[in-house]
């Protein structure tokens, strides 16, 4: 290569350089800073854990079926719990919402037990999760997707949807629960044994965290003989609101 044109190369590369420390910190930043992870939000259901094992109560699309602590036994032909969004709470104060995929998610209590299903995710930079918020909230009909084994109508301005047959004595007692109440669940993870979820933001794979409840709690202490839609409305609240678990890694 003839002299100019070496001086001609080896001044575009000092300049080039230069540019690079001097002008292009951005360039370099952009290499050095943590990256982002996502953070995937599962949900599931099962019955109340025995010896440290779930029993079977029924398979994906069958009814469920339970005794409950007052001796009824209970067949759970459909059911519907609602979930319309998932804040995650930042040990450093922050809050973000999780962007949910396909929007409210209705899930099917008679599918598949412990089968989880995605709900949403988001993206997050190196921090800590001490918590998490799952709101649950109202069906809407003529926005949300229904269960495909279940009409829209069916479980329209429901949170909590249960219906079936309650026995006892050979007395048998029809039941269909409605609550439309919203019900915001806070999941502590410092209070877990393993402490808060870190993000390092350079995880080659997702963070995942499911959120999981039974169904085979909603009737506990119930006397179907005594007690009206309303009443196991109220108890359906208070049942689900202390029967969420958050799985976290």
């Not at 109440?181 to 402490?195: K, T």
Request: charged share 25%; aromatic share 8%; net charge negative.
């Amino acid at each position: 290569m003839p002299a100019p044109a070496l001086r001609s190369a080896a001044a575009a590369l000092t300049l080039a350089t230069a540019s690079l420390f001097a002008g292009g910190c951005d360039l370099i930043d952009a290499f050095t800073d943590p990256g982002e992870t996502l953070v995937t939000v599962f949900a599931n259901h099962h019955a109340t854990p025995e010896n440290g094992a779930v029993p079977d109560r029924g398979g994906a699309g069958e009814v469920r079926v339970f005794d409950t602590d007052e001796g009824w036994t209970i067949n759970l032909t459909e059911g519907v719990i609602t979930t319309r969004g998932v804040t995650l709470h930042g040990c450093n104060g922050s809050q973000t919402e999780v962007d949910m995929y396909f929007g409210a998610h209705a899930e099917d209590l008679c599918s598949a037990d412990l089968d989880r299903r995605t709900v949403g995710g988001v993206e997050l930079s190196a921090q800590d999760i001490c918590g998490m918020t799952v709101h649950y909230g109202a069906f809407a009909a003529d926005t949300d997707e229904a269960p495909a084994t279940m009409e829209a109508g069916r479980v329209d301005g429901s949170t909590v949807f249960l219906a079936g047959f309650a026995e006892k004595n050979g007395e048998v007692v029809e039941f269909e629960v409605h609550t439309p109440a919203a019900i915001d669940v806070f999941e502590d993870f410092s209070d877990s044994p393993r402490g808060p979820v870190r993000i390092k933001g350079d995880e080659p794979f997702p963070v995942e965290l499911t959120v999981t409840k039974t169904y085979d709690r909603f009737f506990d202490g119930v006397d179907f003989t005594a007690l009206d839609a309303d009443d196991l409305g109220r108890q359906a609240e208070a049942i689900l609101e202390l029967e969420t678990r958050v799985q976290a890694p």
